[in-house]
């Protein structure tokens, strides 16, 4: 059989959209700026540093789909009243447009230099911004042109609301200010205000509320009169009434959340939080509150008693390992955020998590009767915990001078092959976590192990360029798989043991025949790192994740059958597979996902 040399021009093979995504387990990769609550009840949206729009089941808090297409952090987001049209704001002044029905993006034009607030008409006809140019501008949804807009004299506005009615638009800059929608101006609110952060009309349309110079208020819409006023404790951030209309509460605050009285500012209650809130929304019928730290969790607690619920999300950091359990069940995660989870593979149900603020973990493997994990970590040695409860952590005391990149079981469970930066195979007693015996195996890091599920051996991929195989009886090297470029990221063996592919920095996957170690075929994805390979449990199928994408081959072939860019976010860290068409995947944004390959 001769090597098969493949390369995929993108002209040829475009990427398929999306696989059959059973569900998602993850969160944004960085801060979250704005979340936008749809009319159901059911589905919230939320706005990331990440450049993402992430849809939400909010009751399960599961991650739906992702929305991609700006350039830049996603800053302001906003929701059609029908719920069928959203919109993202960049940092470079462009807003983004998409059907949510459909998930599709629909167009991005250039808004402003800088916009600062968006938001829909209530009619779904117009979004409307504010932003660098001193003026609030209508711009049509059919085809982004702009329809109207007028000037805001004074400082930039930095926020725009609209009332219930849909009749009156209030602005925030300096100055606050309420327009007809025509750009007649109705009043102007305390003038001279150094900078106003949010403003929100109150339920009835009668008060409008604002945040800014170090202080909360609340004006009569109809007379400018000021109602009330409160300070904040250094600084002022976002002030958001309840939709139920009684209370506001406010951001900004040192842990905690004041809720005021509407009608008169006077403080009732005082809820206390795990960190300082940078922003936060009530849900649609006003239970709950939606907050933001200054990192990128989404935490969430009931309203008005304040006790903490579950987040949004489950991983912050890349999700570095992943593995399906034996019996294909559950699925094993680990990360860079110190944790270790454990999700029910059929529902995403979160089932256990582990976690040790002082472990960065890299891969996870479960034993091959199921009852233990094994997890490498880049700072630490390995680890082995109860699979069923994530507990009895036991650290293996072996000499590694910089953290383990893998670790794998052999096939009868025995033994554990642990690898890393100082280019050894530590062997070690997987019972005991006694070590054995220490192999020099290469002269680069080895970022990969894996047994081979029916032979005495074991293959060791480096980014030396080669890939070993090692007899597992006595440690003797047993053939050298050459690379001509990249170095190797990433290995997998066949069911049956008869095939080894490889994943490159050159963006290529290798295959070599275990009968004689030769290379069978090279296939370029047009990608950089692939940094995952798995096989299919019946070995028909091979999978390869990339920064931009999954790819699906066909082993009697080699060839490509489906390339897949949607939902892959910043790429495929981690690969599993758990059936003939079943792969579950950890993304470089913290997220993992569970699919069906069509």
Known sequence: MGILALSVAPSLLLGQGRPNVLWIAGGHYLGVNEIAFASDGVHCYSASDDQTVKAWDYPNRKCLFTLEGLSGPARQLALSTDGSLLVASDNDGKIALWNISTHQFVRKWQADNLVNDVLFSNDGQYVIAVGSSREVRFWRVSDGGLAKSWQVSGSMPTTVALSHDGL????????????????????????????????????????????????????????????????????????????????????????????????????????????????????????????????????????????????????????????????????????????????????????????????????????????????????????????????????????????????????????????????????????????????????????????????????????????????????????????????????????????IATGSTDGTVRVYRSSDWSLVATVNIGSRTVRSVAFSRDGARLFAGTQSKLVEFDTSSWAIIKEFDREIGFGVQSLTTGGTNRVAYGRLDGTVVMADIP
């Not at 992943?322 to 094993?332: H, N, Q, Y």
């Open 168 to 499: 009156t638009l209030a602005t925030g800059a300096g100055t606050i200010r309420t327009w007809t929608l025509n750009g007649n101006m109705l009043h102007e609110y305390f003038p001279s205000v150094p900078v106003v952060f949010s403003l929100s009309f109150g339920l009835r349309d009668d008060q409008i509320f604002g945040a800014g110079d170090y202080a909360y208020r609340c004006w009569d819409v109809n007379t400018a009169n000021l109602i009330w006023a409160n300070g904040g404790d250094g600084s002022s951030g976002k002030i958001l009434p309840n939709p139920q209309g009684q209370y506001v509460t406010g951001t900004g605050f040192n842990r905690y959340f004041p809720i005021w009285r509407a009608t008169d500012g006077v403080r009732v209650n005082t809820l206390t939080v795990s960190d300082k809130p940078n922003n936060a929304w009530f849900s649609l019928n006003g239970d709950e509150i939606a907050w933001t730290p200054t990192s990128q969790n989404i935490l969430t607690m009931e309203f008005p008693s304040g006790v903490a619920k579950p987040n949004l999300g489950h991983h912050t950091k890349i999700v570095s390992g992943i593995e399906f359990s034996p019996l294909g069940d559950k699925v094993a995660t680990c990360s860079n955020d110190h944790t270790v989870r454990l999700f029910d593979a059929t529902s995403g149900q979160l089932l256990k998590l582990f976690y040790d603020g002082s472990i960065l973990f890299e891969r996870v493997h479960f034993s091959p009767d199921g009852t233990s994990l094994a997890l490498s970590a880049e700072n630490s040695w390995p680890v082995i915990l109860e699979a069923e409860s994530l507990s009895n952590q036991r650290i293996l005391n072996i000499y590694s001078q910089n953290g383990t990149s893998d670790v794998a079981y052999s096939p009868d469970g025995k033994i554990l092959a642990c690898v890393g930066r100082d280019q050894k195979i530590f062997w070690c007693s997987a019972i005991s976590g006694i070590t054995f015996r220490r192999t020099a195996a290469h002269t680069g890091q080895i970022h990969a192990c894996e047994f081979a599920p029916t032979s005495e051996w074991l293959v060791t991929a480096s980014e030396d360029r080669t890939a070993k195989i090692w007899k597992y009886s006595d440690g003797s090297l047993l053939a050298t798989l050459s690379q001509s470029q990249g170095g190797l990221w990433s290995v997998a063996v066949s069911p049956r043991a008869t095939n």
